[in-house]
């Protein structure tokens, strides 16, 4: 079980920076991928980012891609996305996820491999 908690979120304007943290509880934090997806009004839950539990793998989402950075630490059981190029687009509630199955090589972009979600923070990002 993963207890995940998301932070950072704000009001930014366009062409600013966020990091968002995503804290994580539980023994298995660490083996599991990890994935941030992000919710606008009227829209659906689409991916932005995962990274692999190892760290190796990293996959964006086109619209974010060059502007957004994902990282984590294990050690702190806490995972990161850089965010910089805000655009008004960007605006969302963004929530960090776990990966369903542990110890996955590859990162999927599809929510339902998700299995623990954060309850999400807002960024708003004004033009």
């Known amino acids: 079980q993963v207890q995940l908690v998301e932070s950072g979120g704000g009001l930014v304007q366009a062409g600013g920076s966020l990091r968002l943290s995503c804290a994580g509880s539980?023994?298995?934090?660490?083996?599991?991928?990890m994935g941030w997806f992000r919710q606008a009004p009227g829209k659906e839950r689409e991916f932005v980012a995962a990274?692999?539990?190892?760290?190796?793998?990293?996959r964006y989402a086109d619209s974010v891609k060059g502007r957004f950075t994902i990282s984590r630490d294990n050690a702190k059981n806490t995972v990161y996305l850089q965010m910089n190029g805000l655009k008004p687009e960007d605006t969302a509630v963004y929530y960090c996820?776990?990966?369903?199955?542990?110890?996955?090589?590859?990162?999927?972009?599809?929510?339902?491999?998700?299995?623990?979600w954060g309850p999400g923070t807002q960024v708003t990002v004004s033009s």
């Open positions: 996820a776990a990966d369903t199955i542990p110890l996955r090589v590859v990162v999927v972009p599809t929510t339902r491999e998700y299995a623990y």
């Open positions: 990274i692999s539990w190892s760290t190796r793998n990293t």
């Open positions: 539980g023994r298995t934090f660490s083996t599991y991928a």
